[in-house]
């Protein structure tokens, strides 16, 4: 069966850096994607990865490894508002998205 | 960039009523769109993947007569909650997608609570 895994939560300090890990297993691969939501909003895109390595967009950094089913994103100076779930998706052979649980950061002062 | 709105944002209805929601791409024309629903604390679950001018592909578990979508032109598509019961209640969000595949953009979502 297809399946993401993500951490339920995590918590960070203001300022600092983390890394939301992302493994997945599906029918095919046309691309990871990460999305930030927050609460009673819907997700916004983030970043998108169809190849090895790492794609950097300012604050925000996303890794791929295709033959580990590996992706992570990496939040650096880290601020309050970046408190919300992100969420880790794979589009399959299919072109369809399958989602992740989505991992809930909590960022403290 | 691409916008998606959806209308209502929120809506309270009784149970036994019907609900319309309507998911519009305000500057491109989508080829596909997608009716998710997201319970709290979880993830987005999709029910249903409309394309023009056919009908939608329901997902395992989605009464196709429960929630009626209709995809009548590249710019709408409308999702209908028939006969709404509490456990209704949720987030509905809609996505829309362009030609290229990987392009995919959401709409604000409809809080939708049946009392």
């Known amino acids: 069966g297809q399946n993401i895994d993500q951490p339920t939560e995590m918590t960070a300090t203001e300022g600092a850096i983390v890394q939301i890990n992302c493994t997945y297993q599906?029918?095919?691969?046309?691309?990871l994607f990460w999305y930030q939501q927050h609460a009673g909003e819907a997700p916004t895109f983030l970043s998108y990865?169809?190849l090895d390595g790492l794609e950097e967009k300012g604050r925000f950094s996303s890794f791929l490894s295709r033959s580990k089913g590996y992706s992570y994103l990496l939040l650096k100076e880290l601020q309050m508002k970046d408190s919300a779930s992100y969420l880790c998706?794979?589009?399959?052979?299919?072109?369809?998205?399958?989602w992740g649980a989505g991992t809930k950061l909590i960022i403290k002062p | 960039g691409a916008v998606v709105s959806q209308h209502p944002s929120w809506v309270i209805c009784k149970s036994g009523t019907s609900v319309k929601i309507e998911c519009r791409s305000l500057d491109f024309q989508a080829t596909t769109m997608f009716w998710y629903r997201q319970f709290p604390k979880k993830s987005l679950m999709l029910m249903a993947t409309s394309n023009e001018g056919s009908k939608a592909t329901y997902e395992q578990g989605v009464e196709k007569d429960k929630f009626l979508i209709n995809h009548a032109s590249l710019t709408l598509s409308t999702l209908t909650v028939t006969s709404a019961h509490p456990e209704d209640s949720s987030f509905y969000i809609c996505?829309?997608?362009?030609?290229?595949?990987?392009?995919?953009?959401f709409g604000p979502g409809t809080r939708l609570t049946v009392t």
């Open positions: 996505s829309a997608k362009t030609k290229e595949p990987y392009e995919q953009y």
């Open positions: 990865n169809v």
């Open positions: 998706a794979v589009m399959d052979s299919n072109y369809q998205l399958i």
């Open positions: 599906t029918s095919g691969f046309n691309g």
